[in-house]
């Protein structure tokens, strides 16, 4: 079945610095990329939807120069906290879309903190 | 975008079946429906989906109303591994949108043995 691969899937750093988390689709190529945040004990919310070859769109509240998304190949799409604050400390997830009625596929998530 | 409605959380005893209903009352024709499941601290899992017709896989069921308005996830035989956070969603948009799935609070599901 189709397998997206999300990483790291923990990380730590420090304020004003930024992280890179990369999805990977393995088996497939994927058409479209999301990804969503998650606070604990909440559900997840939307950030962007990602598309190969073109900008990323974000949803409304979504600072697109903090959360820098980069869909550079049909199976690759990566996330790009910049100078990270304490706030930005969450639960990342992507997933990915074959497209038309198919489902959709989830990475594991990656647990950022900022500390 | 059609909304979803979903009980907060349900329990269900380990063997049981585990029926977990969403109402999705203003859903247009070519809207599907999908659940999902997330287990603590990991991304969520796909269990089914269906626009019209029930359906039926290894993990689950689903019972779609005729006029389409609700739908009912069913588990034949929980088990523990099965405690977990269910999503109905019903999917947003048309393909110059991405056709984004967006979540909501979803249904606690705890399974005791």
């Known amino acids: 079945g189709a397998v997206v691969s999300q990483h790291p899937s923990r990380v730590i750093c420090k304020s004003g610095t930024s992280v890179k988390i990369e999805c990977r689709s393995l088996?497939?190529?994927?058409?479209?990329m999301f990804w969503y945040r998650q606070f604990p004990k909440k559900s997840l919310m939307l950030m962007a939807t990602s598309n190969e070859g073109s900008k990323a769109t974000y949803e409304q509240g979504v600072e697109k120069d903090k959360f820098l998304i980069n869909h550079a190949s049909l199976t690759l799409s990566t996330l790009t906290v910049t100078s990270a604050h304490p706030e930005d400390s969450s639960f990342y997830i992507c997933?990915?879309?074959?497209?038309?009625?198919?489902?959709?596929?989830f990475g594991s998530g990656t647990r950022l903190t900022v500390v | 975008d059609a909304k979803t409605t979903q009980p907060p959380s349900m329990d269900c005893a380990e063997g049981r079946a585990a029926n977990l209903p969403c109402n999705h009352s203003?859903?247009?024709?070519?809207?599907?429906v999908y659940w999902y499941r997330q287990i603590h601290s990991q991304g969520p899992q796909y269990i089914i989906h269906?626009?019209?017709n029930n359906e039926t896989n290894e993990m689950a069921s689903l019972i779609i109303t005729e006029d389409r308005k609700s739908s009912t996830l069913i588990l034949p035989h929980a088990t523990l591994r099965d405690t977990a956070v269910y999503y109905c969603i019903v999917r947003v948009g048309a393909m110059e949108y991405g056709n984004k799935l967006v979540f909501g609070a979803g249904t606690i599901l705890r399974v005791k043995s």
């Open positions: 269906g626009l019209k």
């Open positions: 997933s990915a879309h074959l497209g038309g009625s198919y489902g959709y596929t």
């Open positions: 203003t859903i247009s024709g070519n809207e599907y």
């Open positions: 088996d497939f190529q994927a058409t479209t």
